[in-house]
């Protein structure tokens, strides 16, 4: 692997190191201040949020890291038109989400306070995070790049503590004023981080056919590939109930966690795959050693740490023991699936992936609303290994054919 891009994994995986602490305590301890039930109505909602966010920004920051990773003059423009889209649109997917959610308030017996914070948080302030570490992406400052959102995830975990310490609020709606303020200001310091280290230069608002045409793309893409690693807790949530979607995602949470490392390898490798158009194989070969050897750690180790579940949370959580050992097995699935997409990304073919995001999509939704009703927990976490299964076979089928037409 290119020193550069070693140094860039090293500082990624560091920072990502610190981010699945922070995450882990974070989980622990929302988990511990609410019942079973109220989080999985919190986790559905903003898993629910989540998978739209790929839309906020309209994919104007993948534009700005795969032009300016190229073309580092280019960064002037795309980042004013970049952060001026994504403030623009997520305000608008924010409203719309509230408005439309409304009604979910009153069906799972929830206040209407959780689901304005959700939609603010995930759908303004998250994409703001997300277009900061993108732009610092495009510069191959990774560490940057990764520790933004690790700074967003410490201070969510230092106002649930807050929270955790307010004797005046313990449920779900006492919960939002916190969780909305925390992510307004992790946004803030996002972009005061932004300006005052990479320095982008005054540039008026520019927005060219082929950029948006590009960016929608983009958007499209972001969103199917956020559906298919987070539609399955409002799915499990809306084909269950509120008290299997609660332990289903804490152990898928804490699946989530221990793949950060794969997330922050591929992060390092992305630009050099748009510089080489996919055709780094060396680069390719590394890291797919790589996904092997931290998937084999992250199995045992979940093997072992999941019977600690309910002694971090509560024994209310003890059904999610066995959904941790099972769901990990995703993480050589979705790393192998995750660096298939990316050199489909660099070669160009950004319909192609969000063909085949949308086919594993499809069969999550129809998975889960096949065995959810039927095998409740062990339906939810076998429809989430199938689907990912799929979309890594997919998803490299594809590249295959791609590559072979190109040569």
């Known amino acids: 692997m290119p020193g550069k891009v070693a140094r860039n994994t090293v500082l990624a995986v560091f920072w990502q190191a610190i981010r699945v602490v922070v995450q882990a305590a974070w989980v622990i301890v929302l988990a511990r201040a609410l019942h079973v039930a109220e989080y999985g109505v919190f986790a559905g909602l903003a898993a629910l949020a989540g998978s739209l966010s790929g839309l906020s920004g309209l994919g104007s920051?993948?534009?700005?890291?795969?032009?300016?990773?190229?073309t580092p003059t280019a960064f002037t423009y795309l980042w004013r038109q970049g952060?001026?889209?994504?403030?623009?649109?997520g305000t608008l997917l924010a409203c719309i989400f509230i408005?439309?959610?409304?009604?979910?308030?009153?069906?799972?017996?929830?206040?209407?306070?959780?689901?304005?914070?959700?939609?603010?948080?995930?759908?303004?302030?998250?994409?703001?995070?997300?277009f900061c570490s993108q732009a610092f992406q495009a510069h191959e400052r990774l560490g940057w790049s990764?520790?933004?959102?690790?700074?967003?995830?410490?201070?969510?975990?230092?106002?649930?503590?807050?929270?955790?310490?307010?004797?005046?609020?313990?449920?779900?709606?006492?919960?939002?004023?916190?969780?909305?303020?925390?992510?307004?200001?992790?946004?803030?310091?996002?972009?005061?981080?932004?300006?005052?280290?990479?320095?982008?230069?005054?540039?008026?608002?520019?927005?060219?056919?082929?950029?948006?045409?590009?960016?929608?793309?983009f958007s499209a893409l972001f969103f199917t590939s956020s559906a298919t690693t987070d539609?399955?807790?409002?799915?499990?949530?809306?084909?269950?109930?509120?008290?299997?979607a609660g332990s289903y995602s804490i152990g898928s949470r804490f699946v989530n966690v221990i793949a950060l490392p794969v997330v922050s390898m591929i992060m390092a490798v992305q630009p050099r795959l748009f510089r080489a158009a996919g055709k780094n194989?060396?680069?390719?070969?590394?890291?797919?050693?790589a996904i092997a050897g931290y998937s084999l750690i992250a199995i045992l180790l979940m093997q072992a740490l999941a019977s600690m579940l309910p002694i971090l949370l509560g024994e209310d959580y003890a059904p999610a023991i066995p959904v941790a050992r099972m769901l990990v097995l995703i993480v050589p699935l979705y790393g192998m699936r995750l660096l298939a997409t990316s050199q489909l990304t660099a070669l160009g073919k950004l319909?192609?992936?969000?063909?085949?995001?949308?086919?594993?999509?499809?069969?999550?939704?129809?998975?889960?609303?096949?065995?959810?009703?039927?095998?409740?927990?062990s339906g939810a976490v076998s429809a989430t290994l199938a689907s990912e299964l799929l979309l890594a076979l997919l998803a490299w089928v594809a590249l295959w054919i791609c590559t072979f037409q190109r040569g």
């Open 231 to 244: 539609f399955d807790k409002p799915l499990v949530l809306h084909f269950g109930d509120a008290g299997v």
């Open 146 to 217: 990764v520790a933004l959102p690790t700074l967003s995830a410490l201070m969510r975990l230092l106002v649930t503590i807050i929270f955790v310490l307010d004797s005046s609020v313990s449920d779900l709606d006492g919960y939002a004023c916190y969780h909305v303020g925390s992510a307004l200001i992790s946004a803030t310091v996002a972009v005061l981080a932004s300006f005052w280290i990479l320095r982008p230069p005054r540039h008026r608002f520019h927005w060219r056919r082929t950029e948006a045409r590009e960016g929608i793309t």
């Open 61 to 70: 920051g993948m534009v700005m890291l795969r032009h300016a990773s190229s």
């Open 281 to 289: 194989t060396k680069l390719v070969r590394h890291a797919i050693m």
């Open 83 to 89: 952060i001026q889209i994504t403030l623009i649109s």
């Open 99 to 130: 408005l439309i959610l409304r009604c979910i308030a009153a069906t799972h017996g929830t206040g209407y306070l959780i689901i304005v914070a959700i939609g603010v948080s995930e759908l303004f302030c998250t994409p703001l995070v997300t």
């Open 351 to 377: 319909g192609i992936r969000v063909l085949v995001e949308a086919v594993g999509v499809v069969a999550l939704i129809a998975s889960m609303a096949w065995l959810v009703p039927a095998f409740a927990m």
